[in-house]
């Protein structure tokens, strides 16, 4: 996939656009990406590298549950590392939300499982194992706000690595539970994050508040009781 | 859609390519969206109403056959017109691949007709037809390239239609055979406009010259014997 260091286009010009196919109504805290300060804190970001691999590799999650999943196979498509051929698409190569599930994969957990209780931080990073990437876990617990910052930070700027974060949708005004999604961006100027939502049916990608980011990252996992956290996904 | 000769000649090609993100090799008459030069021609383009709303809803068709179904998914979601609750996604609503085709699509094609032959245009236009959409089907044996190119910029200047065309590949250049897709912009200083091609294992979102797209939709379907052609929905 090209990339290119540093986004130059101006948006300024793309009219504000109404609310989405499904979407629900965004907190006031989160900024739509395609609303007209949405375009202008695109504009100013200079930490972009990621993302026009990412739009151009985004895709729904299948199912309420595969968050974590669609979001492992939007980096690894961006990353374009070795992917499998998929028997639909043969000859052509690509990840799929269901060609993931190696035999290895199938050890550490089942579609069965997915569905019924999704992937936690340190599923993921098992299944990210068992394929030709780097990927580094940070914990809340054990990373200060500064280290999340200058980590992904780096990784957006220089688009050699991919962030996913696991974040509590209330603790930042959404609608909603647990969620992994990739980020794509970082600004600046107004401490935001973009976040891409793999949940396309309910948010558009959004910008937000790098601490009100933290604090959902930093919210326990009911199921697991840890707390939640992020990866950096990069080539070997 | 294709033949198989045609597709032994794609399996050649990818074998002989360096991997890239699943990405063909693209001729030179083709700029990647997200090359500088792609980037610059963004920049420039006034004709980019329909962008956001379609790369925020784009998704890969979901087998070899299925370009129409996906590009006729892709602009019903970025138009939002009443979308179905998707029994795996409940309470959400989207359009899907699968859930598009209802008891009265059903009459018109099928799944199973669709992973042999794909769709034509005409069946695409009776498709929408289902649909609370206004869908204006023009041919390129009725319609002219200055008809194209107006009706088209129309669209993508103001936001209120998608256009999706039906192409043929080889005469842009690329490898395969027929093909439907969106189209997200259009820049005037290069003449060109912007494919979000649905097969998105094979293309990035390309810049394509109005005429050699033009040519591309004159081509003759070998199924139909029909001239291609495109089709602009919009909202009641």
Redesign the interface.
């Known amino acids: ?4 260091s540093q ?4 948006l300024l ?3 504000a ?6 979407n629900l109504k965004l907190p006031k805290n989160l900024i739509a ?2 609303s007209k300060e949405g375009q202008e804190i695109f504009q100013q970001s200079t930490y972009k590298a990621d993302f ?2 990412l ?6 999650q ?3 549950m595969y968050s974590g999943v669609a979001s492992m196979v939007v980096a690894l ?2 990353l ?1 590392v ?2 499998p051929t ?1 028997p ?2 043969a ?4 990840y799929t939300q269901n060609n993931i599930f190696t035999p290895a994969v199938l050890k550490i957990t089942t579609p069965t499982n997915v569905n019924k209780r999704g992937v936690n931080l340190t599923e993921l990073e098992k299944m990210l194992g068992d394929y030709p990437v780097k990927a580094l876990m940070y914990r809340t617990n054990d990373t200060s706000y500064k280290e999340f910052k200058e980590s992904a930070m780096h990784a957006l700027k220089t688009g050699k690595g991919y962030v996913i974060v696991n974040f509590d949708r209330r603790t930042m005004g959404e609608k909603g539970g647990g969620q992994f999604s990739p980020i794509a961006a970082y600004d600046a100027t107004t401490n935001r994050f973009l976040i891409v939502d793999v ?4 948010y ?2 959004v910008w937000v508040n790098g601490l009100d980011l933290w604090h959902a990252m930093k919210a326990v996992d009911t199921r697991t009781h840890e707390p939640r956290g992020f990866v950096i996904i990069s080539k070997l």
């Open positions: 996939m090209r990339r290119i986004y130059i286009g101006c010009c793309v009219v656009l109404p609310v989405l196919a499904g990406l395609d026009w691999p739009m151009e590799n985004i895709e729904t299948q199912n309420l498509n961006a374009n070795d992917p998929e639909a698409h000859p052509y190569k690509m949940a396309r049916y309910m558009p990608p």
